[in-house]
Nanobody, 117 residues
């Protein structure tokens, strides 16, 4: 079994920054990709950013230029640096780990990010 533990969420004013962390542990035999998704109230869960084992990254259009995903492979940890936060970034942010291409992957418990003045 794989466990994902997220941290770093909280309340921040518009224009502020937060850094989310997700540490993976357990029976990790391979990692194809790690990433972040978010779900706002009444909306579907959506991809925010993802980084593959080869270093390829993808971002939602709404966060390009403001958010940066990075990974520490030695620690099996993925980070999401969020700058210039907007109220519409408010959501529960979930960490995702995909062991191999096509697999369902694992999810963290989620961390709340609230952007409000």
């Amino acid at each position: 079994q794989v466990q994902l533990v997220e941290s770093g969420g909280g309340l921040v004013q518009p224009g502020g920054s937060l850094r989310l962390s997700c540490a993976a542990s357990g029976s990790i035999f391979s990692i194809y990709a790690m990433g972040w998704y978010r779900q706002a109230p009444g909306k579907q869960r959506e991809l925010v950013a993802r980084r593959t084992n080869s270093g390829g990254t993808s971002y939602a259009d709404s966060v390009k230029g403001r958010f940066t995903i990075s990974r520490d492979n030695a620690k099996n940890t993925v980070y999401l640096q969020m700058n210039s936060l907007k109220p519409e970034d408010t959501a529960v942010y979930y960490c995702n780990l995909v062991p191999t291409i096509g697999s369902a992957g694992y999810w963290g418990q989620g961390t709340q990010v609230t952007v409000s003045s």
